[in-house]
């Protein structure tokens, strides 16, 4: 039997550069769930802060929606806001009108 182990270490606080950070602007939302709400989903998942405000900053660029929804009704403020390191990105949310 075979063990599967990860190629990769998840690496922590990485900093992107500005092509990478507007990549994050061209999630492919599962079924079910809003585009928007992935990308930002993913954005605050794999961005420091930094990078996600440079990404919110291009995502209100291109209209899209900073209150989207996860398929529970709930936005990315809401949920960031029960996390213990989230209060920077809710400010960031918030201060974009999310």
Same mark, same amino acid.
């Given at each position: 039997?075979?063990? $599967?182990?990860?190629?990769? &270490?998840?690496? !922590?606080? =990485?900093?992107?550069?500005?092509?990478? #950070?507007? =990549?994050? $602007?061209?999630? &492919?939302?599962? +079924? *079910?769930?809003?585009?928007?709400?992935?990308? !930002? @989903?993913?954005?605050?998942?794999?961005?420091? %802060?930094?990078?996600?405000? =440079?990404? !919110? =900053?291009?995502?209100?660029? +291109?209209?899209?929606? $900073?209150?989207?929804?996860?398929? @529970? *009704?709930?936005?990315? +403020? /809401? %949920?960031?806001? @029960?996390?213990?390191? *989230?209060?920077?990105? #809710?400010? +960031? $949310? /918030? /201060?974009?009108?999310?």
């Amino acid at each position: 039997m075979s063990t $599967l182990k990860k190629d990769k &270490q998840k690496v !922590l606080g =990485e900093v992107f550069d500005s092509a990478r #950070v507007a =990549e994050f $602007l061209t999630a &492919q939302a599962p +079924a *079910g769930t809003d585009v928007d709400f992935h990308a !930002l @989903e993913r954005a605050y998942r794999g961005m420091n %802060i930094d990078n996600f405000v =440079e990404f !919110l =900053e291009l995502f209100s660029a +291109a209209g899209r929606n $900073l209150k989207a929804t996860n398929p @529970e *009704g709930r936005t990315l +403020a /809401q %949920i960031a806001a @029960e996390h213990a390191f *989230g209060s920077d990105y #809710v400010a +960031a $949310l /918030q /201060q974009r009108g999310g």
